[in-house]
């Protein structure tokens, strides 16, 4: 007896992780989003995001088709000091996302920099992207250039590389090199595997020394190289798929990417 043909099964996937990789938010923001009522699948209203869908289903958000994945991008950005790295700031303060070129598609940020901190912040049109390099597990180095007040020394900055509790929070050990003394100042180089909350900051001030200047030069692989304050530059995508171990279906764009310069602008977003 023949036994019928078995049509195959469409592959699916958590909603959450559809919505991420739409470039609609982080998995874990587009959790709080169907948290919140805001997607329908198949005309639906859903509020768990304990759903399975296929690309057969109809998802809306805010009552908007969602747009269709979009190959993972990644773009390397120059941040000013003066920005703040969220999408909204409640205290009516620029964000990056204000000052970003308008030709820019729907990124997100990958961690943060904080309001003073200026340098290399990575940005992905996809969320699976931002989770991955977020995790504590993937633990790529970040490393900084950071001006300080004050004449440190080695046994000053020991603690740092033995690692150090500050308000109850236990930094890691940080590798820290004195470049050079300039008059009332001097510039270190700071590496680190984790970020928490300014923890540069508050780290060196727990040695006695003051943070005036900080700027992330590297995250992993990516360096900040020649990037102006301001400029954005996108990686090849066979870079993105390289250093981050994905499977693309389409390795063009092997030219030189461009460097795109931030319009004097506001408003972006």
């Known amino acids: 007896m023949n036994k019928p043909a078995s049509s195959k099964t469409p592959e699916s996937n958590r909603i959450a992780k559809v919505l991420s990789r739409a470039g609609v938010a982080s998995r874990r923001e587009a959790e709080r989003m169907i948290e919140a009522g805001r997607v329908a699948v198949n005309g639906k209203q859903i509020t768990s995001p304990a759903l399975n869908v296929t690309d057969a289903d109809v998802i809306t958000l805010d009552g908007k088709p969602i747009a269709a994945a979009e190959p993972p991008r990644m773009w390397l950005y120059n941040k000013p000091a003066g920005l703040v790295t969220t999408t909204r700031d409640e205290k009516g303060r620029e964000t990056i996302f204000d000052a970003l070129p308008n030709d820019l598609p729907r990124v997100m940020s990958v961690g943060r920099l904080d309001l003073s901190s200026e340098g290399l912040l990575l ?6 992207i931002k989770r991955k390099l977020e995790l504590p597990s993937t633990g790529w180095l970040r490393r900084y250039r950071v001006r300080v007040k004050g004449r440190p020394t ?15 929070d236990r930094f890691q050990p940080m590798t820290v090199t004195l470049d050079r003394q300039q008059g009332a100042n001097a510039w270190l180089t700071v590496g680190l595997r984790e970020g928490k909350n300014r923890e540069i900051r508050r780290a060196m001030e727990a040695v006695g020394l003051s943070v005036n200047r900080l700027i992330r030069i590297s995250y992993g692989p990516f360096q900040l190289g020649e990037l102006k304050s301001g400029e954005v ?11 981050l171990g994905l499977s693309l279906e389409d390795d063009s764009g092997t030219a030189k990417p461009k460097k795109v310069h931030r319009p004097p602008r506001k408003g972006r977003r």
């Open 154 to 168: 080695d046994v000053m900055l020991e603690p740092l590389r033995k690692g150090i509790t500050v308000e109850g």
């Open 123 to 128: 940005l992905t049109n996809d969320g699976e």
């Open 233 to 243: 530059e996108e990686l090849r995508r066979r870079v993105v798929r390289d250093q």
